[in-house]
Structure formats: C-alpha cells, structure tokens
C-alpha cells in the first residue's frame, strides 16, 4: 500500500480490485490497438475519467482546520481585546493561550484520528 502523508489510507474491497483488473484490461487492448499510446496519454486519460471533487474524508478534515483555526483565532482576539494592550490580568491572556493551544490540539486530533 503506499502511503501518502495529509491523504486518508485507501480502503481496497472486492469492488475496487475488481474495476481495477478491468481498467488495466481495457488499457492493455487500446494499446495493443493504438501502439503509439503513451504512458502519458494513459494518465492524463484516467485523470479525466476519475470524479472531480472531495472525498468526504478531505471535507471533514478541511472543516476541522476551520473550526481550530476559527477557534485559535477568536482566543488569541479575546485575550488581546479584553486586556486592551494593558496585560495586568494575567489570567485572561492565558486563558486566551490555553483556547489557542486547545484549539491547534483539537486540529492535531483530528489529523491523528483521520479516517
């Protein structure tokens, strides 16, 4: 299996094994019927031919970043709105830190745990 790190693992079934013996099938006729085929020509085609989009895996891990992104921004605003540039209360900058740092985990998970 090859691994490619920020992808979700490939799940491989029956169905998958199967349409793919079929597609290097039909590969190997059109080349035997077009010799002067490329390996070139063979990608670009199977690039066209594959759905445009995201996987449903890539959409909840795009929405994850968001939401820690959206989350550290809004502690470190808090922490630095409130205080006012004036960082007496020093309970309310952490505060802000801890909700960043929590929210950059959250993200961390959610990468770790990525189906």
Known sequence: MIIVPGLPPLQ???HSR?????????????????PDTTDSD???AL?????AGDAPGIVRRKKAIAVGVAA?????????????????????LIGGIV???????FVAIRWARRD
């Open 12 to 14: 491989e079934t029956t």
């Open 18 to 34: 199967e349409l793919s013996r079929r597609i290097d099938d039909a590969v190997r006729d059109y080349q035997r019927a077009n």
């Open 42 to 44: 063979v990608r670009t």
């Open 47 to 51: 690039l066209r031919s594959a759905p």
């Open 72 to 92: 550290a921004a809004v502690g470190a605003f808090t922490a630095t709105a409130n205080a006012g540039g004036n960082f007496n209360n020093q309970w309310l």
């Open 99 to 105: 909700a960043a740092v929590g929210a950059l985990a």
